[in-house]
């Protein structure tokens, strides 16, 4: 078996109790380590966008990046706690293969244990596959990789590192490919509040909601149409009392 710490990766605990890692890298941990590792992909990503979806048979989950597999691990884990019986299909960009392949090796925590053989199978073949959920990790780079995909999906994950250390998941260029692969009712969540994410969802159709509660620091959500059990943000407004704020353009960063 793989041993999970490396030269790039150190296992962490976070203030939840669950174990993350921190990149050298990119010079980030993969979690807010505040909020937690279960915490910050449960409330930040799995539980606002499953809000939104409760009539539908099925979904498409597009999960950038698969990281330490936490977002896939969360959204099976709630589907069975909350008894919820869909079929989902996860896809997920993934720059290192290097760090899918030692994940049967990482310390998930216990309520993960069910789902420790899909991980297991995962880090084998890049995938998995039953009569209820189908995931697959594309390894290369996400910009490289979202260009290649054609069919719509219903919720995206938005959980790559931060626009500060990985600026190319963040641009208006990068929106506009998740523009292309969501519909109208689509919901993109993520833990970025930065206004130059949300101007870069706003330039590319995306209406912005604040996901907030208890035990965990405020998010964002968004969709093209309404969500009206989210707080909108009023984006005109923000534009008008920053001026000089821009989104990230890919040019930016040449």
Request: charged share 25%.
């Amino acid at each position: 078996m793989p041993h999970f710490d490396d030269a790039l990766h150190q296992s962490v605990r976070s203030e939840d109790g669950t174990n993350t890692a921190y990149s050298v890298e990119y010079g980030e941990h993969y979690h807010s380590t505040k909020d937690g590792a279960l915490t910050e992909s449960l409330q930040k990503h799995v539980v606002p966008a499953f809000s939104c979806f409760e009539a539908a048979p099925s979904l498409r989950i597009l999960d950038i990046c698969f990281g330490l597999g936490f977002n896939t691990l969360a959204t099976l884990y709630y589907m069975r706690e909350q008894g919820i019986d869909k079929r989902i299909e996860i896809v997920s960009p993934e720059l290192d293969e290097a760090l899918v392949r030692s994940l049967a090796a990482f310390e998930y925590p216990e309520i993960f244990r069910p789902f420790l053989p899909i991980i297991e199978a995962i880090s084998e073949t890049g995938g998995y596959e039953d009569e209820r959920v189908k995931v697959t990790v594309l390894f290369g780079d996400a910009r490289e990789t979202l260009p290649t995909l054609t069919e719509p999906f219903d919720i995206v994950y938005q959980d790559a590192f931060s626009p500060e250390h990985n600026p190319i998941l963040w641009t208006s260029e990068y929106f506009a490919q998740l523009a292309r692969l969501t519909h109208e009712k689509s919901v993109i969540t993520t833990y970025s509040m930065a206004l130059r994410t949300r101007l870069a969802l706003y330039e590319n159709g995306f209406n912005v909601y604040l996901n907030k509660g208890e035990g965990f620091r405020n998010a964002t959500v968004a969709c093209k149409s309404g969500l009206p059990r989210f707080e909108k943000v009023d984006m005109a407004h923000k534009i008008a009392c920053n001026p000089d704020v821009k989104s990230l353009r890919d040019a930016d960063l040449v």
